[in-house]
Nanobody, 117 residues
Framework: QVQLVESGGGLVQAGGSLRLSCAAS????????MGWYRQAPGRQRDMVATLTRDGTTNYVDSVKGRFTISTSIAKNTVYLQMNSLKPEDTAVYYC???????????WGQGTQVTVSS
């Protein structure tokens, strides 16, 4: 059972920056991939960025060049640096992890990001 704890959400003006953190209860070496997803009111949960064990990253087109996903192996933490934020980035952001051997999927509790215009 992997526990994911997110932090770093909040209210920011358009053009501002936030950094989200997701701390995993197990070593990142036991995890196959981690990612960030978001869900706006009345919409489905969509992928924002993912990072696999081999370092491959993937971003939704709308955040390319603005968001960066990274990890700290020592802290078992994945980050999402969000720059040049737009009101349409407003959503609850969820951390996701898929374990290496069992391929189980886990979700964090979510953190609210609100971007005002």
């Amino acid at each position: 059972q992997v526990q994911l704890v997110e932090s770093g959400g909040g209210l920011v003006q358009a053009g501002g920056s936030l950094r989200l953190s997701c701390a995993a209860s197990e070593s990142i070496f036991a995890i196959d991939a981690m990612g960030w997803y978001r869900q706006a009111p009345g919409r489905q949960r969509d992928m924002v960025a993912t990072l696999t064990r081999d370092g491959t990253t993937n971003y939704v087109d709308s955040v390319k060049g603005r968001f960066t996903i990274s990890t700290s192996i020592a802290k078992n933490t994945v980050y999402l640096q969000m720059n040049s934020l737009k009101p349409e980035d407003t959503a609850v952001y969820y951390c996701n992890a898929i374990t290496r051997y069992t391929k189980n999927e886990y979700w964090g509790q979510g953190t609210q990001v609100t971007v005002s215009s």
